[in-house]
Structures are given as structure tokens and as C-alpha cells.
């Protein structure tokens, strides 16, 4: 049995085409109108037509391809030598897709990418000058770390991955401004106008700076202008630091080790905690900490004197050394109630001798000189007496030299004012009682060594302290009641002066003036700074702990009222000092003394700031 099937007429959905309908559809799609993508025009055509037909659609076209598109290394290359080919064709009138290209990310791909980018960027601003702001700009702001990077980050540092990666950015640099001279003043504005907020996290400003810092390695040209930058940027960071908040921050910590160690008796195991290489906890005190401790490498690797050192270093570190000294005068002296920002000359005139009397001589000139204002010179007087107290590194016949030249000054400037007895105002004779307090507070900080032999005790009589402390002028009156108080005693116990009479009346006057006014008068103590009070910052600490010298109190700081023993309870706020540095004896767990009245108002009513003698 067979069985048949009929074909059935069913059309297939695969039509067959012939050759005549193809040949119509391929002369139809040639004529069609297409575009093609920027990709395949490329920059050169892009900028051809522009410039012949003067039709930027295609240029626009290829900004925003760049920009958008995820390029392949290949892409990026062939894009940044077609630039380079036609640079010269990239007028002002390119400015947009010339940012575009500078804006590419280049700094982590291929050593191919890295160096086409760079002969591009080195031709560009070569051939127009037009371009360096936003050239200089594009590579500058690399150099500030993402707020995520802290990790590779440390103390200022970066890892070996992050500085290799910074690299040929600072390559860029140098052969731009090796280039092209008047890059200068254009960086400056850059690295100006870069500089990180002072809130921003510690490892951005820090990171920011050792940047700026390697910029110096190469092109030490920069050095004055930088450091002044940076040192007013400090500066700012050191106002918003106060020190109080972060003593008051320190000593939280460390009750809070002390509570948490109660149970261990082990003191190598608290000590490692207090030392465990960690900054304040204070945000702008950290990065003013850091950014410190980057400044003291560097002028330790450049001012370091040895006997290897050649010529060529000394030339080095004397130049910068003057530097910093013109700086002191234009930046730091000027500026009141900083606390750590000015330890930078400290540190620098403690690497040679003759950079610390350089110093002391330029202070003292500044104090003798009339036409000087009277802000200026009682700044310098508490440079002076505050240097002069804490350096170590000081030799004792300096300390002498400078303290006979005070007093001389004093004694000549009583005699001069004779005649005028009656204007014995504060602000008349703003320098002279600077001068005072400064001979008065070096004295009583210097004891032990202003008085170690009988030579001493000679010298510190023909210093006639006596007619100083008690001429009609009054100095103690207008002096910090720590500092004449710790005078007083000193003076008293050698037989240089007998000045308790005095301050008795003085505080008698003083209280008749608040009990009378219902108000201390303003100026009835002298508005101090000694800018060398305790350094409180730990990681840059280690720099100055070694030259600075720590106050030790004696049994001549207390003196007696009639009856009533003189003596200061310390009240945290009122003083800038640790424990460890204070001036008067005081109890660490704040006791109650008896006070007289005239002491009570004089911690109602503190004016200045801190001697530096007590906490």
C-alpha cells in the first residue's frame, strides 16, 4: 500500500530576492543621508572644518565624545598625538574641547598614555600662552588626596603606589616651567587658589602640602612665595585650634587611660599608650599637627648643619634661613594669639648658633627703633623674653648680653621721662612696660641660672632691679600677677629688690577701682603674649621637646600677704601651660585656698594671657 502526498501551495517567509531588487536596495542605501560619529571623523577633521568652513558643529560633537565616552587606551592615544600634530591649529577660539582633553584621566593608565599626554600638554602650553591657567590648573588639582584616601595617607606621607602615581605629575610641572618662565606667577595663583579648606579632613591639607613641599625639591625658585602662602594658611589653621580645647581634649584622654588601666600596674603599658604615635583628637589641631611635622622634615633635611655638610648646603640652608627670617617680620610677628605655627623659627635658629643671635638681634632692633609702631615692638620684647626663657640651646652669656641690654633700655627710658611724671597711662609707655615684664619675667624663669654663683648674683645686682620695680612708672603694676609674683619672691630671696610693698598697694588700687566703678579698668594689666608657652601638638613635638626648656618651680614663687599666703589655684582656661610647667605652686586636684579679695577679682577679671609659668 502506498501512500502519496500532494505538494501544497504554501508561501515560505523566506523570499527570495533577486539579483535586479538587490542592486535597487545597495543604489538606495548609498543615498541615503548618514552621520558619521565623531569617533571616525576625529579631532583633526573636526578642527579642519571648523576653522576652513568655520562650522563647529563637529569640534562640539567631539567635546562631548571625550568627555562621555569610555576610551580605550588605543583611543586615548591616537586622540592625544592627533592633538599634538595640530596644536598649533588649537587657537584660543578651541578653548572647550581643549580643556576637554585635558581634563582626560591620564594619570593611571599606560606609560603610552602618560607620555603622549605630556608631550601634548608640554606643546600646548608652549604654543599658547593662553592655555597655561587651565593647563597648570588640571594637573595642580591632582595633587589634592580624595577625602576617601586617608588609608594612603600617613602622618603626611603617601604610600609608594600614591607617590608613584604623583610622578609625572610633578615631570609635567618641571618642563612646563622649565619651558615656559612665565609659568611662575600662574602656579602661585594655582597653588593659592587650590589649597584646601581648613575643615577639610587632615590627610587632604596634609597630603596638599607635601606636594607643594616636593614642588621645592625641584624648583627651590618658589621658596619665599610658598612659604609665605603656607605660612598663613597655618596661621589660619592655628586660630581655629585653640589650645584650651585641646588641652581640655588631652587631658580627657588621658583620664580616659587612667580609667582604663585601673586594674594594670603595668607603667610600660600606659606609657606606649600616651606615646602611641597618635595626633590630638582635635580635627584642625590634627592637620595643623601633621602639616607642622611636614615643615620640620623639611627644614631639617635642608638648615642641618654637620661637618659632611659642603658648601653647597651651607649656601642652601643660609638662604633659607633669611628667608624665614623676612617672613617672621611680614607674617608671624604680626599676628596675635597663635600658639604653635611660630615654633617653626624656634626650631630652625635651634640647628645653629648664629641663627639664634640673628634672631635676637633682629628683635632687638626692632624694639629700640622709635619709628616702629608700639604693637610691633611689644610683640618683639615677648619674642625676646619668651625665647630667651624657653631655648635651651642659648648660651648663658647670651642670656646675660640680652637682659643687661633690657634693663639699660629701661633705665635709660626712666630717665628721659622724668619730666613727664604725670602720663604714666599704658598705652604712653606700651613698650617700656613691655620691657619691664620681659626683664621681670626672664628673671624669675632664669633663677636657678641667674643666680648659680656669686659672678650671677653680681651681675643681677648691677642691674638695679630696685629702681626698675619701683619708679614712678609703676611697672608692676601693669604686669601679669604671675610674673610679678614670681619676680617679687626671686628678688626677695637674693636681696635684689623688696617689691611686696608694692604690690600690695597696687592691689589695693585695683580694688578700690572695681569696688568704685563696679568694673576693672582695661587697661590696668599689660595685653601679653609669650608665643613660646608649651607646645601641646604630639607628633611634631619631637622637634622642639628636646630644645625647649620646661619651667621648675622653687620655694622663692610663694610669698605672704601680712598673714595670708599668696598663692594661685589654677582654673582650667586661665593659663596656656601643662602641669608639668607651672610657674606657682598649685594643686593638681584644684584645693581650695584662701584667697584675698583683690586676688579673687584678679581671676574674675584675667587680662593678657598666660606667662607660661602655671597651667
Not at 160 to 189: Q, S, Y
Not at 280 to 304: A, I, M, N, Q, W
Not at 497 to 510: D, F, I, M, P, S
Not at 522 to 537: G, M, Q, R
Request: proline residues 3%; aromatic residues 12%; neutral net charge.
Amino acid at each position: 500500500m502506498s501512500f502519496f502526498t500532494n505538494k501544497t501551495d504554501v508561501t515560505s517567509i523566506l523570499k527570495t530576492f533577486s539579483g535586479v531588487k538587490r542592486h535597487q536596495t545597495n543604489v538606495v542605501s548609498i543615498n541615503k543621508v548618514r552621520f558619521s560619529t565623531p569617533k571616525e571623523k576625529g579631532l583633526a577633521e573636526s578642527v579642519r572644518v571648523a576653522l576652513e568652513d568655520r562650522n563647529f558643529h563637529l569640534v562640539k560633537e567631539f567635546t562631548y565624545f571625550i568627555r562621555e565616552a569610555e576610551l580605550s587606551d588605543v583611543e586615548v592615544v591616537l586622540i592625544m598625538k592627533d592633538a599634538k600634530r595640530i596644536v598649533h591649529n588649537l587657537t584660543p577660539e578651541f578653548v572647550t574641547v581643549v580643556e576637554a582633553l585635558l581634563s582626560l584621566n591620564w594619570r593611571k593608565r599606560s606609560s603610552e598614555i602618560i607620555e603622549a599626554y605630556t608631550e601634548f600638554c608640554i606643546e600646548l602650553m608652549v604654543a599658547h600662552n593662553r592655555y597655561l591657567p587651565i593647563g597648570v590648573s588640571k594637573l595642580i588639582v591632582h595633587w589634592i588626596p580624595g577625602d576617601l584616601d586617608e588609608s594612603e595617607w600617613v602622618n603626611g606621607g603617601p604610600s609608594e603606589n600614591t607617590r608613584n602615581g604623583l610622578k609625572p605629575i610633578h615631570k609635567v610641572l618641571d618642563r612646563i616651567l622649565t619651558a615656559v618662565p612665565m609659568a611662575f606667577d600662574i602656579i602661585i595663583d594655582a597653588i593659592s587658589a587650590k589649597f584646601p579648606y581648613f575643615k577639610k579632613p587632615c590627610h587632604v591639607t596634609a597630603g596638599y602640602l607635601y606636594n607643594v613641599l616636593w614642588l621645592l625639591e625641584y624648583k627651590p625658585i618658589f621658596e619665599e612665595l610658598v612659604f609665605q602662602l603656607v605660612l598663613q594658611k597655618l596661621l589660619l589653621l592655628d586660630v581655629n585650634a585653640p589650645k584650651d580645647e585641646i588641652e581640655l581634649e588631652i587631658n580627657d584622654q588621658e583620664d580616659k587611660v587612667e580609667s582604663d588601666t585601673l586594674f594594670k600596674i603595668d607603667d610600660v603599658f600606659v606609657e606606649n599608650l600616651t606615646k602611641s604615635g597618635k595626633s590630638v583628637s582635635h580635627p584642625v589641631g590634627k592637620t595643623l599637627d601633621v602639616c607642622l611635622l611636614l615643615l620640620y622634615e623639611f627644614f631639617d633635611g635642608k638648615c642641618r648643619i654637620n661637618e659632611n655638610s659642603g658648601d653647597q648646603q651651607r649656601r642652601t640652608a643660609n638662604r633659607l634661613f633669611k628667608m624665614l627670617l623676612y617672613l617672621f617680620d611680614e607674617v608671624l610677628l604680626p599676628s596675635h594669639n597663635t600658639h604653635h605655627v611660630q615654633f617653626i623659627i624656634f626650631y630652625v635658629t635651634s640647628l645653629r648658633s648664629v641663627y639664634s643671635e640673628a634672631f635676637l638681634d633682629s628683635l632687638w632692633l626692632k624694639v629700640q627703633n622709635p619709628n616702629a609702631s608700639a604693637v610691633i615692638r611689644h610683640a618683639a620684647v615677648g619674642y625676646m623674653a619668651s625665647f630667651l626663657s624657653r631655648a635651651i640651646f642659648l648660651s648663658h652669656s647670651t642670656v646675660i648680653f640680652y637682659l643687661k641690654e633690657l634693663t639699660k633700655w629701661a633705665h635709660t627710658y626712666i630717665d628721659d621721662s622724668d619730666a613727664y611724671k604725670h602720663n604714666c597711662s599704658l598705652k604712653a609707655n606700651l613698650v617700656f612696660y613691655s620691657v619691664c615684664q620681659a626683664v621681670f619675667y626672664l628673671i624669675a624663669f632664669r633663677a636657678k641660672d641667674l643666680t648659680a654663683s656669686s659672678k650671677d648674683l653680681l651681675f643681677l645686682q648691677s642691674l638695679q632691679l630696685s629702681r626698675l620695680a619701683m619708679c614712678h612708672l609703676n611697672p608692676l603694676r601693669y604686669c601679669l600677677a604671675p610674673v610679678a609674683t614670681a619676680f617679687a619672691g626671686v628678688t626677695r630671696t637674693y636681696q635684689l629688690a623688696y617689691c611686696h610693698t608694692v604690690l600690695e598697694r597696687n592691689a589695693r588700687r585695683k580694688l578700690a577701682t572695681v569696688y568704685g566703678h563696679e568694673k576693672c579698668m582695661p587697661d590696668e594689666t599689660l595685653e601679653s603674649f609669650f608665643p613660646f608657652d608649651p607646645y601641646v601638638l604630639k607628633l611634631s613635638k619631637k622637634y622642639i621637646e628636646a630644645n625647649y626648656m620646661v619651667y621648675q618651680s622653687n620655694d622663692t614663687d610663694e610669698w605672704v600677704y601680712g598673714s595670708i599666703k599668696y598663692d594661685h589655684s589654677r582654673k582650667r582656661g586661665d593659663s596656656e601651660m601643662l602641669e608639668e610647667d607651672e610657674f606657682l605652686i598649685a594643686d593638681k586636684r584644684q584645693k581650695n585656698f584662701e584667697l584675698s579679695k583683690s586676688q579673687e577679682l584678679d581671676k574674675q577679671f584675667p587680662f593678657g594671657s598666660s606667662p607660661g609659668f602655671y597651667e
